[in-house]
């Protein structure tokens, strides 16, 4: 019996072992040709073409007078489930972005079950492995990406410089309303950023592929902002709920909190 116990902790440490040697490998190659010295600061005049409710919610957010966000790396817990029945489960997870280059890397743990969610090189893939060696789920294509691009663009409150890049495109719909569409080579995908009194972010709504049965469908998508907290002197979501809006009624399925997040730090945690 202690063979046994001794033998499932060491295979247990082997894979934890190789697959955070695998993330870190891939990380040091999105972050390989990324210059962090000497970075612009940003200035009002950096805001000056954006419609005025982006303007106010990015002086809220604390990046003027800020260096530009190239990279990110951030450590996240919350509740995540993948059915409508089932109970929340706890997930840690940790990510990283380029910014400029509109990659990330994701991977989350719950319980002996992994999942690795990518956007590199415009191509976005999604790996579900039982204690890190059997892969159970695995999806790629054109729906895939699609919802890929459309995560780097709302996660961007969390990096909020990046809403100063040419790849993104804003148009202003009312006072309270902008719709943003970032641009990759052939692909695109829009959302729109509703926005509260204090110049907050509250929401963010799109239409996304869901995956179904093995199929994928567009279906409405929301996001929700619980709650902010300020991070190296920028204020961003510390707290969401993400939705699908389902017919049958909104499908809460996580509820990503951040802990720990580090900008310009081109190196894996």
Not at 104 to 111: E, T
Not at 127 to 150: C, F, M, W
Not at 207 to 225: A, P, T, V
Not at 229 to 246: C, D, M, Q, T
Request: proline share 3%; charged share 30%; hydrophobic share 40%.
């Amino acid at each position: 019996m202690k063979l046994r116990k001794k033998t499932t902790v060491l295979l247990l440490t082997v894979t934890l072992t190789v697959g955070c040697a695998a993330m870190n490998k891939t990380v040091s190659k999105m972050f390989s040709h990324v210059q962090i010295s000497d970075l612009e600061r940003i200035s009002e005049k950096d805001l000056q073409n954006l419609p005025q409710t982006v303007r106010n919610y990015l002086r809220y957010s604390g990046i003027v007078g800020k260096e530009k966000i190239k990279t990110v790396r951030l450590k996240q817990g919350g509740d995540f489930r993948l059915k409508p029945d089932q109970d929340f489960k706890t997930m840690k997870a940790v990510q990283y972005f380029n910014v400029d280059s509109m990659e990330f890397f994701w991977q989350g743990k719950v319980n002996i079950i992994t999942a690795t969610d990518r956007f590199l090189d415009g191509k976005g893939d999604l790996t579900v492995k039982l204690l890190g060696l059997i892969r159970v789920a695995y999806a790629e294509g054109p729906e895939v990406d699609q919802g890929e691009i459309l995560r780097f663009l709302a996660e961007g409150v969390w990096f909020p410089s990046v809403f100063l890049n040419d790849f993104i495109q804003w148009e202003e719909l009312d006072e309270r309303t902008a719709m943003a569409t970032i641009t990759l080579k052939d692909l695109s995908a829009s959302a729109l950023f509703h926005f509260n009194e204090k110049n907050q972010v509250e929401r963010i709504t799109a239409r996304r592929y869901m995956e179904k049965d093995g199929k994928f469908e567009l279906k409405d998508w929301e996001i929700r902002i619980v709650e902010y907290r300020a991070y190296h002197g920028i204020n961003i979501p510390a707290k969401s709920e993400v939705f699908w809006k389902l017919e049958e009624g909104d499908f809460c399925w996580y509820k990503p909190e951040i802990y720990e997040i580090d900008y310009n730090v081109p190196v894996p945690y």
